[in-house]
Structure formats: C-alpha cells, structure tokens
C-alpha cells in the first residue's frame, strides 16, 4: 500500500530502554496527537540498537496499539550512529525529529524547533531553504532544569570545544540528542555518514554544513535523566571518531593531491568503459579498410563523409558550414545536418592522417565510453555515495538499448558526454547562495558563464540530443518542484541569474551559425518522419536486436528501422523499475526520476496511439507538441531516450542501498535485491555490432583516373545517383580524397516552394527513373522525351562523366543509360563510363590524356 505524505517523522534510538521507553513514547504519541491540525500525518520510529532486556517487546506492544509506530531492529549493538541511520532512511516524513529515549528534552520542546525550521523556509535571505534546527543547552536562553555533576558538565564542555575546533565551529552544543531537519536532506545526510557511535551528531552537522544548508541552535528545557548512556569519557570518543573519520578521507584524498576528485575506482570504471566499448565495435576494429557496420545502412558512409568534408574545409579555410561535393551544384548546409562540428573540426589532423573511417570508429568507441563516465561521475558526484553503484547506473545511462541502436549510426546521439556536465552545472547554479545567505554573484556569473560554453559546445556536437535532455531536465524540475517547493523558491533565482548569463555567452557565440542554419543556403524549415514515427507500447516491453536476450525477427516490426529502436527496456527493468520506484518512494528523487521516465515515454508515442492487439487509435500527449518550433523535427520515438538516464540514476540508487547494511541489514535481502538487478540488466546486455564486407571503391576512383574526364566546376554523376538507401559514392568520394562532387547524396535539404526538410536532393526525372530500375530490373519505355529530360538534368547537375559500378540489376542499368544518352558506353577501370561533352571552357581545361 502507498503511504499518504508523511508530515514528521520521530526516530528514537533504544538500547536496553525497557524502564523508560513505555513512557517516553507514550508522551509522543499524546504530543502529537494533540494537535492534529499542526502535525497532520505523523510516523513513531523505534529503532532497536541489539538490546538484550525487554525494549522491543515494550517497542511492538505500543506499535499493535498504534499503527504509525514502527519498530526497526539492528542485528547487533552497533552504536547510536547506527541506530540513528537505520530510523532516518526508513522515515518518510518531510521533516525529522531525533530524539532520545530518555526524553531529556521534553517532547514539547518540539515546537520551538519546528518553528525555526519554519522561520528558514520563509526569510528572504535565506536562498537555500530549510536544513536543521538543533536543541542546544549551551545558549544562554536554555533552561537546565537538573544539571549532571560538575565534573561532568565540565568535561562535556570541553569536548564540546574541542568538537568546534576539530569540526563544526560555531556549533556550541552538537550533542544535545534533539534535533529536528529537513525530511530529505536528512536522508541524505545520513546516507552518506560512516560513523556509527556518537560522533554520528557531529558528522551530520559537518555535512550539512559543507553542503550549505542551515543549522540554527536553539534553546530548548533540558533535565538530566538518572541511567543516561552517555558517559563523561564518550566525548573523548567522539573526537577519536572524528579523527579516524579525517584520516580515512585522508588517505582517499591521496589520488585528490595528484589528480582533483579522482580515485582509483574511477580510472578502473573509466577504463572497463573503454573495453566495453571496444568489444562492441571488435568488427569494426578488426578491418578498418573493409569492416561495415551492418546495421547502418547508409549512415556509416554518410558520417565518413562529413568528416572529409570538414576536415578539407578546415585544411584549406572554407567555410565549414556549407559544401558543394554532395549535391552538386547546390551543395549541402552542414550546420542544418548533424555533422557533430565539436569533434570533427578538431579531429582535422586524424582524419587527414589516417582517413575518416578512423575518425568514425574513435568517435565511436571512446565517444560511448566518454559518455558513460560522465554519467559516472555525476551520479557519483551528485547521487550516491558507492562508486560501483554509480557505475552500474552510468552503464545502463550509456549503453541502454536505446543508446546502443543509435551505436550503429548515430553518433550524434551516442556521444553524449556534455550532456551530464551541463546537469551538473545547472545544478551548481541552483545551489548558490548557500548558508543562508544571498547568492554570491561571482559564483552565479561563473557557473552561468560555463553554462553557457557547455551548451555552445554541444550545440556542435548535436542540438536534437541537447533538447532532448532539456526537455528531461524539464520534467525532472517540475516534479522536484511540486514536492519540494521549498527547494525551488531557493533555486529559481540563481538559476534565472545563471541561464541569464548563459544566454550572454551562447546567443553571440550561436548567432551566425544559427542563422546560417535556419536562413542560410540549403536551409529548411522542418523535416518530414512520417507518421509512424512514435514506439508501439510493446516496444518498452521487448528486447532490442542487439541485446543478449533479443531477436531481429521480433525487434524489427515495433520500430522504423534498427537505427530507430528508441524503447526496448525489455519487461524485467520496466518490471524492476516500478519496484524501485515503490520501495524508494520516500525520496523525492525517485518520484522525480519516475515521473520523468513516465511522461518521457508516453510523449514517446508520437500523436496517435495504437492499443496494441486492437484497431482502437488515441490522441498522443505528442501532438501538442508535434507542430511547435524545434519540436516540428524531432523523431518523436526518440524522446524514450530520456529514460535511459533516468532509469540509470534509478538503479544507481537501488544498487547503492543494497550495497549498505546499515540500509538494508540482512545480507539475504541484500543478495535477493542485486540478485534482481541482475536479473533485469542482463537480458539487455548489448552485444557486438555485426559487421560485413563493404564494397571496393572502383578502380576508376580509386586510381583516378576520374579526373581525366572531369574539369573543375563539373561533377561526377553515380548510376544511380546517391540518395539515403543507397550512398556508397559518398565512400568514393571520401576515400579518394574529395577529388570530385557529385549529384543527390544523403543529407538533409529543403525540398518545394516551402523549404520542407526532406532526406536527400531534391527529386528529378533522371534519379527517379535509374533508382526505379536499380529497385526493379525492369527497363521502362524511352523516347525523344525522356532522352531531353535526361539531357537537362545532367546539364543541370554540370556533369563530366557518368559512371556504373558493378551492383545488382547493372544489365538493366546499363541498357536505361544507354538508351537516354542514345550512346554506348567504355568500359574503364572495372567500370562503365560515358563521357559527355564539356563546355568550350571546361574542354580547354580538361587534360589531354583522355582514357
């Protein structure tokens, strides 16, 4: 059953307590009960330390009588800190009493604390919201109305004092055991405590702390009570702790000298990432001359090509934005086609080197891996305290079977590395101005301005990806929002500040690009995908082609192609996730991450929604959007995408928690629960990216022998012409250097007096007819106007040769050419040629050694 909004939750730690436990949960209950209207729904944790009297019996007779008191019980006596840890992480309320068994601090006392912690929620200067306000006997407003022992008071002083020098200055009494915080900032602080004894008060204020969050001491009645745990020496404990706590971070702060924030763990996670991804792509690295990836159809050649492209814009200082070797002689805008400018201009020297397959292939495999520590480090860095937690979340982030159906094609959508660095940013900027005060403006412009060039950036690497995971960030924010509104009105100022300053560095940075983009030559306004364009609902249940457990057979029919297979979670995870979702529901994490990865999904189904196994057709959620600006050409399926990371930040929160025993005690719960994990990863588990034999270049190109037949400003002319099913004279032409333009091609362009986005040229009359005959086989009817047609496109395309490779139905081919240019052709260096006759000023420039 889901549990209703818990309004506070109060954990009360016990050890042998069988003489005063009764009483003191008796005043709570009737505390809080009292005032139904304050306190709303309220919850009673018991947390048993291995107590070997009768607490837990007294614990569970109070827990049959009243259903919101819950008992916990640790395996052994392992300490307060302990205790405490077990209680908070099984809360669920928005705000957390600690108090002890004893009831040293009456109960009443509660008030006091949780009107300060309402006085930080609402002071405008506080930018950050609330965090913990703390029962002290050290201000001068408390009332100690029976004092210990003089000796004892003092030697609590003094450990109090040298508690402030060692860790929380300013702090006057860190281990009065009353304390009331912010519901999730708790959780997460004592998520990420060590400390088991009574240092655990002292670590969790340094935490928060360090974290910015406000802790304000307030005075409150306090009695000594006969049989209290607490000896004089246990502050002479609590600084032994604290020093074994420093020197443990210490000596994991070793590599932190040598290199910032990086251990050992994480080059070992980086580096399993990097042979991950080589083992994906072995066939590929196996024959870079020859090695095709199978599964891209013509997106291998297509990329290849936009390498050469920039690089020999960048070698010889063209405008990297626009080129007229394809689609000849309009030529292509390659700021509107995801040439991925951020790598390929600076890889120039690679793919001038060593050619733009090895361009490909390291854009490939170290662009994953890059992809996947990233999400490592920010899930570590910003959402779990275990790094091989964090890396198992990464791994399903980065090679999610979304992700790895774009592997075959895409890097554009695989090489995702800026995407968790902008998250991270972002999130800088939500917390500035931390410890109450107003945000420090230099921080604010900094993040902002770093914002802003990480996004600049990955405009260049990819603007679809970059909207995509704004539209995460998104729905991400306002389900934080909703939860937390706290957090939000400390977080919309900074961040407004922040994006402010972002767009100052992107819109000059952006501007020609942008325009050349969307006004330039060759622009479009938007690309057409069709209308089957959304996932089937059955393509979040299914396994993908390429994971271990899936089949071809029954991948294909839920997706547009294999480059498209943007669901495919497989039925385990989808089953696992909403598991995770309801054993974690307490965090407002998850139920953000839940709702994200939801509404990512059904937008996912484009604008018309078929129930599967019916005729029954429903209104998508995307058809809000399928019209708007920039949305226009977003391949709707792809927006599943967004719940890779989610559920990757999910499972990194489920695989952190079970690796804690403090969390989850027993070890068999612990194995049943990575035992599931398991379960639901490995059906999904990518395997290699089959490859096969890619076709020669033609000796004609491949030799040069090209060039004795074209002059310059005219172009070579493939039968048929490259178009996106069939493009491998863009492989001609990358592999030979970009010696020659040709007609057609695969890319985006407009197409009609509207500019809509089409893939590939423009149609016209002679590549509709030699593709017509390359599908079928059959010759259509030639005659005088089919031959003038014919004519006027090649002299529209400028062409110097025509030229027919060896390739099915190349009979037919041949007959059709020859019939359109009443002509035969020569056979040339493997090829069929027919060269037509150049202009009195492109003839005089033709070299004299014709074939």
Known sequence: MV?????????????????????????????????PGRWGEWELIVVDDGSSDGTVAIAEAVAAEEPRVRVVRSPGNHGKGHALRLGVLASYGRRVLLTDADLATPIEELDQLDKQLDKQLNEQSTDVGPGAAIGSRAHPDARIEVRQWALREWLGRLGNRLIQAVAVDGIADTQCGFKLFDGDRARAAFAASRLDGWGIDVEILRYFRRAGWPVTEVPVRWAHQPGSKVRPLDYGRVLLELVRLKAGRSRSA????????????????????????????????????HSYLADSGSDQNQWEWFFAVTADNVRHLHNPLFTTFQNFPDGVNLMANTVMLGLSVPLTPVTLAFGPTVTWALVLTFGLAATATAWYWLFARRLVRNRWAAALGAALAAFAPPMMSHANAHPNFLVLFMIPVIIDRALRLCEAGTGGESPAPNRVARDGVLLGLFMTYQIFLGEEPLLLAVMGMLLFALAYAFQRRDVAKAAVRPLLRGLGYALQVCLPLLAFPLYWQFFGPQSYHSVLHGDNAGNSPLSFLHFSGRALFGTEAAADPLAMNRTEQNAFYGWPLIALSVGLVVWLRRLAVVRALAFTAVVAALLSLGPKVRI????????????VLAHQPLFESVIESRVAMICAPALGALLALAADRLGDAAVVPRRTERLVGLMALAAALIPIVPTPMPVRERPDVPAFIADGTYRSYVSPGESVVPVPLPDPGDAEALHWQSASGLGFSVPGGYFNGPWGPDRVGIYGASPRFTSNWLREVRNTGQVPPIGPGQQAQARFDLAFWKAGVVVLAPQPNDAALYETVEKLLGEPGRRVDGVWIWDLPASGAARASRSSGGS
Do not use: I, M, Q
């Open 3 to 35: 549990r209703p909004t818990v309004t506070l939750s109060v954990v009360v730690p016990a050890y042998n307590e069988e003489a005063r436990l009764r009483p003191t949960l008796d005043a709570v209950r009737a505390h809080l009960g009292a005032d």
């Open 254 to 289: 070793r590599w932190a000298r040598r290199a910032p924030g990086l251990r050992p763990v994480d080059l070992t996670v980086a580096v399993l990432f990097v042979l991950a991804a080589l083992v994906l792509y072995k066939g590929l690295w196996n024959d870079l001359d």
């Open 612 to 623: 599967p196994f019916t005729d029954v057709v429903l209104t998508g959620p995307w058809r």
